[in-house]
């Protein structure tokens, strides 16, 4: 089917009940997010004019990317699916766009070779592909995350494992999902030496999303660390507060 967002028509395959199935993934409820993406990007480059490159990092039909580059990016798009990589290209060229196609993992791309953006967009948690999308970042990290249970503490052990946090299922629950992400990015980020610092964050129906500017330099990194921290929290009497420090 033909999609229209933005600037952009695009093709991606029919899937009943709202992007599921075995197609290349496409999930019309986040055209918010896509239109947020493109809005932040445009401010993101009249601040930091110096910023070119954009990576698609789990393009799927392309979309993302497509939009990316009719705004003017120099746009790579990713996907190890075979069906993906055509329909990406395909896309492109129906939109008479410029852009280059990997076929390949992303995590074996963003450890290879960076670029000024970086979007992370995957279905489900972005920590497989979070080490190699700080690698491959120079300036702006975008990281979207759909698995909100167990970022919010309805699955409870998970969210542990995934996110070495301690997330709890409250009624503020969408806010604690964004915040154990941003925890979990800044803390990949230091190990490297890199201060990941929000410049806009959203909890949006059923994912997370997160925009991180890049600093280099262990002092700044130690910063973003000492930023961290907990919140103290009573289900019965509604009493909270938050200490920094992990």
Request: glycine share 6%.
């Amino acid at each position: 089917m033909r999609v229209s967002e933005g600037q952009v028509t695009v093709t991606v395959p029919e899937q009943p009940d709202a992007g599921t199935g075995s197609e290349v993934f496409f999930n019309p409820v986040q055209e918010l997010n896509r239109d947020l993406t493109v809005a932040t990007l445009r401010a993101y480059r009249e601040r930091t004019p110096r910023v070119e490159s954009y990576l698609d990092a789990t393009a799927a039909s392309g979309i993302r990317g497509v939009r990316a580059a009719a705004d003017g990016w120099e746009t790579s798009l990713c996907d190890v699916d075979d069906e993906a990589v055509a329909l990406c290209r395909s896309n492109l060229d129906d939109n008479d766009l410029d852009g280059t196609v990997h076929h390949e993992n992303a995590n074996v791309l963003m450890h290879s070779e960076a670029f000024d953006v970086v979007d992370l967009d995957p279905f489900g948690t972005p920590i497989p592909f979070a080490d190699a999308a700080v690698q491959g970042t120079k300036h702006l990290l975008c990281v979207t995350a759909t698995d909100t249970a167990p970022l919010c503490g309805a699955h409870f052990e998970s969210g542990v494992r995934s996110y070495g946090a301690v997330p709890r299922n409250t009624e503020f629950h969408p806010e604690m999902g964004l915040r154990v992400l941003l925890s979990a990015m800044v803390r990949t980020a230091a190990r490297y030496d890199i201060a990941a610092r929000p410049v806009l964050s959203h909890a949006t129906n059923h994912y997370v999303r997160t925009y991180l500017e890049f600093d280099h330099g262990a002092k700044v990194a130690n910063d973003c660390i000492d930023d961290l921290g907990h919140i103290y929290y009573c289900q019965r009497c509604l009493w909270r507060e938050s200490e920094r420090g992990l």
